[in-house]
T-cell receptor
Framework: DGGITQSPKYLFRKEGQNVTLSCEQN?????MYWYRQDPGQGLRLIYY???????QKGDIAEGYSVSREKKESFPLTVTSAQKNPTAFYLC????????????FGQGTRLTVV | KQEVTQIPAALSVPEGENLVLNCSFT??????LQWFRQDPGKGLTSLLL?????REQTSGRLNASLDKSSGRSTLYIAASQPGDSATYLC???????????FGKGTKLTVNP
């Protein structure tokens, strides 16, 4: 079955650590997105990528980094520079034809301990 | 900068009622608008996608309309059921930047 897989489902980070969240899709989609969701804030865009080896900052990119070395994969690293990383992180993908639905993974809940 | 607003933020209705959720956006230069459903602690599930050239889309008890010139969309849910309880989000695919921009959602509770 085609879809988007995010892992892990739950992640705990100590202060000062970098952690990487995985997002893999087998939908052959060109575009991929990372969002952060906090209670009452809705979904805020962190980074997005339209093609391999290219990505753009979203509205809250500070403290995060991404790579897009393969079409199927768009990992997100939460660095120690992100002061308040505890949140629910969601990955999405869609085709670049601008006529297709966006599909989401099941999310990763990151907690700083 | 595109801003998407959803009203109301929360809605509670008795089972069987027809209801309307609203979504507005400030920049009409969009490629499409999509409605999603989110259950607590889960990812988003796509409900309906409306292209910028379309006026409405239907799927079962759901009907979404789009008035691009006025920057508005509505999601109509007919004969609501307790299983419809969830948060409903709308998102626009922004022209030019191709950002997918979300509203904050409407939390719907359908009471048996």
């Amino acid at each position: 079955d085609g879809g988007i897989t995010q892992s892990p489902k739950y992640l705990f980070r100590k202060e000062g650590q970098n952690v990487t969240l995985s997002c893999e899709q087998n939908l052959n989609h060109d575009a991929m997105y990372w969002y952060r969701q906090d209670p009452g804030q809705g979904l805020r865009l962190i980074y997005y990528s339209q093609i391999v080896n290219d990505f753009q900052k979203g509205d809250i990119a500070e403290g995060y980094s991404v790579s897009r070395e393969k079409k199927e994969s768009f990992p997100l690293t939460v660095t120690s520079a992100q002061k308040n990383p505890t949140a629910f992180y969601l990955c999405a993908s869609t085709n670049r034809d601008r006529r297709s639905e966006a599909f989401f993974g099941q999310g990763t809940r990151l907690t700083v301990v | 900068k595109q801003e998407v607003t959803q009203i109301p933020a929360a809605l509670s209705v008795p089972e069987g009622e027809n209801l309307v959720l609203n979504c507005s956006f400030t920049d009409s230069a969009i490629y499409n608008l999509q409605w999603f459903r989110q259950d607590p602690g889960k990812g988003l599930t796509s409900l309906l996608l409306i292209q910028s050239s379309q006026r409405e889309q239907t799927s079962g008890r759901l009907n979404a309309s789009l008035d691009k010139s006025s920057g508005r969309s509505t999601l109509y849910i007919a004969a609501s059921q307790p299983g419809d309880s969830a948060t409903y989000l709308c998102a626009v695919l922004q022209g030019g930047s191709e950002k997918l921009v979300f509203g904050k959602g409407t939390k719907l509770t359908v009471n048996p």
